[in-house]
Nanobody, 120 residues
Framework: QVQLVESGGGLVQPGGSLRLSCVAS????????MGWGRQAPGKKRELVAV???????NYLDSVKGRFTISRDNRKNTVYLQMNILIPEDTALYYC??????????????WGQGTQVTVSS
């Protein structure tokens, strides 16, 4: 079993910043891609950012220049630094990881989500 636990969400004013963290644990041999998705009430789920094991990152167009994804492979942790937050960023943010377990099977895992609310 592999578990992902997110933290760092909260309520922030427009223009503010938050940093989300996600730690993977369990029967992990290695982790390939890690990333963040989000979903707001009544809207479709969308992928926000993805980072490869080597550190190459891709972003949703609406967050480019404001969000930065990073990872610490030794700690099995992925981060999302969110700056210049706007109300449209309000959503439940989910962490995901593509994990090869100790039996050498590769599976995608998702966390439980952490709420980010941007409001004045």
């Amino acid at each position: 079993q592999v578990q992902l636990v997110e933290s760092g969400g909260g309520l922030v004013q427009p223009g503010g910043s938050l940093r989300l963290s996600c730690v993977a644990s369990g029967s992990i041999f290695r982790i390939n891609d890690m990333g963040w998705g989000r979903q707001a009430p009544g809207k479709k789920r969308e992928l926000v950012a993805v980072i490869s094991s080597g550190g190459n990152a891709n972003y949703l167009d609406s967050v480019k220049g404001r969000f930065t994804i990073s990872r610490d492979n030794r700690k099995n942790t992925v981060y999302l630094q969110m700056n210049i937050l706007i109300p449209e960023d309000t959503a439940l943010y989910y962490c995901y990881s593509e994990v090869t377990n100790t039996a050498r099977a590769t599976t995608s895992y998702w966390g439980q989500g952490t709420q980010v609310t941007v409001s004045s």
